[in-house]
């Protein structure tokens, strides 16, 4: 369960739907980005059920904040929030990953209502976000644009120019989220790079830059807000430090989560442990 005081207790029960919709898809596959989704799920549901101004049933409303997820593989996660916004359909959660689903494993604009872009090669996210903000600027409208982003992807050299470029722009229309796990493909995120602290380095590029628990909601619901209401002209980040695999004690358990397998022995134990 995430970490909440009790002020948010209706975020508590989206995300723990979040988590269970994510489960059912990767249960059809036996495996997938599993880690990555239970972890973000807090985060998820305080975008769509707290900070976000969208229509499910009109998901290219133009005046509806944008939500684009840079990570593709995270799909699954976006996906589990848009049935629980009711965007997309529960009863797609069996087609996941399959031929001609409109549910594919790595998020893609043109297979899903309410995918904003086509997430994968990392790094890229960002700056479709910085030109998105300054379309929307340019045109008045005060829609948001959120980007979700990973710590791996805070190796990149594109990411690093989206963030100046935001800054010349002057894009208070911008909030980027870092999901900040500490996990690549390769290991943990800090041994991959020489790391320095990740808000400091933000605000020392002209960002308005918050560090949070990222399965703390009522941490997440402060910053978002805090985020939201921010003065200066400037684009604003929240680096959430998530834990992979959240709310599921015997998947956290594992030592290798980037990519999980469950077997089908162990399904049932997997969403008991969810809802203990």
């Not at 900070?51 to 409303?61: D, I, Q």
Request: negative net charge.
């Amino acid at each position: 369960m995430a970490g909440h005081t009790g002020s948010n207790t209706s975020l508590a029960r989206r995300a723990r739907a979040i988590r269970r919709n994510a489960l059912r898809m990767a249960e059809v596959q036996g495996q997938g980005y599993i880690g990555q989704a239970l972890g973000v799920a807090d985060m998820l549901a305080v975008t769509h059920f707290h900070a976000m101004r969208y229509r499910p049933g009109e998901p290219e409303w133009e005046g509806r904040d944008r939500f684009y997820l840079s990570i593709g593989h995270y799909a699954i996660a976006l996906y589990a929030a848009m049935i629980e916004a009711g965007i997309l359909p529960e009863s797609e959660i069996a087609t996941y990953g399959m031929d001609d689903s409109r549910l594919p494993m790595s998020g893609m604009a043109s297979y899903t209502p309410g995918m904003e872009i086509t997430g994968g090669s990392l790094g890229h996210g960002l700056g479709i976000a910085v030109g998105a903000a300054l379309g929307l600027k340019r045109k008045r409208n005060p829609a948001v644009v959120y980007n979700m982003l990973s710590d791996g992807e805070l190796g990149e050299g594109s990411t690093w120019e989206a963030v100046m470029s935001a800054v010349q722009w002057k894009l208070d229309n911008l909030i980027a989220v870092v999901d900040f796990n500490n996990q690549q493909a390769d290991g943990p995120t800090r041994d991959a790079l020489a790391r320095t602290p990740e808000a400091a380095k933000w605000r020392a590029f002209g960002w308005h830059a918050q560090e949070v628990d990222g399965n703390d909601l009522d941490a997440l619901v402060a910053a978002f807000d805090a985020a939201r209401g921010h003065p200066d002209p400037q684009p604003r980040v929240i680096i959430c430090n998530t834990k992979m695999c959240k709310g599921v004690p015997f998947l956290e358990a594992r030592e290798i989560t980037h990519f999980v397998r469950v077997e089908p022995e162990e399904w049932q134990r997997v969403l008991a442990d969810l809802d203990d």
